[in-house]
């Protein structure tokens, strides 16, 4: 099975409520779209700040979980966001999640959230904490 498809197959709940669509996948980077519907803007009918941080803590934790050990977990323990520009209601923004640093306790991810033109909209830097895996 591709790291793709352990993705696709697996999705966590809030992100699927949030529409979040891998596009590609592998342990140096991980790539995925999220329409910019109506529900997740804020006024004027822009994807709210929340919304792009949830993005971008999803394919964080997504690229953490296709670099750890068998067994292993993680969760976010930092996050910093730039917001750049707006991305409007009726786009598509795409995700790019790569490597800064992965070791064996930690793991930390640069994400670019840019509109389907291009433009940056924001600039995810968070840290992954790796979760050892439970003695049986």
Same mark, same amino acid.
């Given at each position: 099975?591709?790291?793709?498809?352990?993705?696709?197959?697996?999705?966590?709940?809030?992100?699927?409520?949030?529409?979040?669509?891998?596009?590609?996948?592998?342990?140096?980077?991980?790539?995925?779209?999220?329409?910019?519907?109506?529900?997740?803007?804020?006024?004027?009918?822009?994807?709210?700040?929340?919304?792009?941080?949830?993005?971008?803590?999803?394919?964080?934790?997504?690229?953490?979980?296709?670099?750890?050990?068998?067994?292993?977990?993680?969760?976010?323990?930092?996050?910093?966001?730039?917001?750049?520009?707006?991305? +409007?209601?009726?786009?598509?923004?795409?995700?790019?999640?790569? +490597?800064?640093?992965?070791?064996?306790?930690?793991?930390?991810?640069?994400?670019?959230?840019?509109?389907?033109?291009?433009?940056?909209?924001?600039?995810?830097?968070?840290?992954?904490?790796?979760?050892?895996?439970?003695?049986?």
């Amino acid at each position: 099975m591709t790291d793709l498809e352990r993705l696709q197959q697996s999705p966590l709940p809030f992100a699927a409520l949030l529409g979040i669509r891998y596009l590609s996948a592998g342990k140096e980077r991980v790539t995925a779209e999220l329409a910019v519907r109506d529900e997740l803007c804020t006024r004027p009918a822009v994807l709210h700040g929340g919304a792009i941080m949830a993005f971008a803590d999803t394919l964080g934790a997504a690229a953490t979980m296709l670099n750890l050990p068998e067994g292993a977990g993680t969760t976010t323990i930092e996050s910093k966001t730039n917001f750049l520009a707006p991305a +409007p209601v009726g786009g598509t923004v795409l995700g790019e999640t790569t +490597p800064v640093h992965r070791g064996k306790r930690t793991m930390v991810w640069q994400t670019r959230i840019s509109t389907a033109e291009g433009r940056l909209v924001a600039l995810v830097t968070q840290t992954q904490m790796v979760l050892e895996p439970k003695a049986r």
